[in-house]
Structure formats: structure tokens, C-alpha cells
């Protein structure tokens, strides 16, 4: 199974793009995105790779319900 995560570019150099995830920063490339990326665009990120632009409300809506899966698994992790 595969999971690419939304995240927000903050920063492009060539084609490697910052990238901004909850908080976390990290480096990935553009070169399997099949557009042009700009600064604040938001971009599904799979194996360090942008692979698609998606709309800020779709990567919001994504984002807030990893959020609930990971809160959801620490609130298990609790009771055990």
C-alpha cells in the first residue's frame, strides 16, 4: 500500500521544493510533477517525490483526517 501526503511547498531551488508537513520540514524532488509548482502550492508527496498539485481544501481535509488516524492510534497506544 502506498500513502502520499499533502504538503505545502515554502521553497523551490531547481527542482527540489521545501516542503512543510504538521510542522515538519523536509526535501523532495519535482521532477515527477507534471506541472509547474509554485510557493505555496500544496502537492501529494510520495517516496520523496511531489506527484501531483492538489487544491489547499482537498489537502486540508486529508491532512486534518491523518491527523484523527494518528490521534486515534496514541489514544489505543494508551490503554495497552
Excluded at 523532495?28 to 509547474?36: A, G, K, N
Excluded at 481544501?57 to 484523527?68: F, G, K, R
Aim: hydrophobic share 50%.
Amino acid at each position: 500500500m502506498c500513502l502520499a501526503i499533502p504538503s505545502k511547498i515554502v521553497e523551490i531551488n531547481n527542482m527540489m521544493a521545501t516542503v512543510d508537513v504538521m510542522g515538519a520540514r523536509r526535501q523532495v524532488s519535482l521532477m515527477l510533477l507534471p506541472e509547474e509548482a509554485k510557493v505555496g502550492d500544496y502537492v501529494l508527496v510520495h517516496a520523496g517525490f511531489a506527484i501531483q498539485k492538489v487544491q489547499e481544501d482537498v489537502a486540508q481535509d486529508s491532512l486534518n483526517l491523518l491527523q484523527e488516524v494518528l490521534q486515534k492510534l496514541q489514544d489505543e497506544d494508551a490503554y495497552d
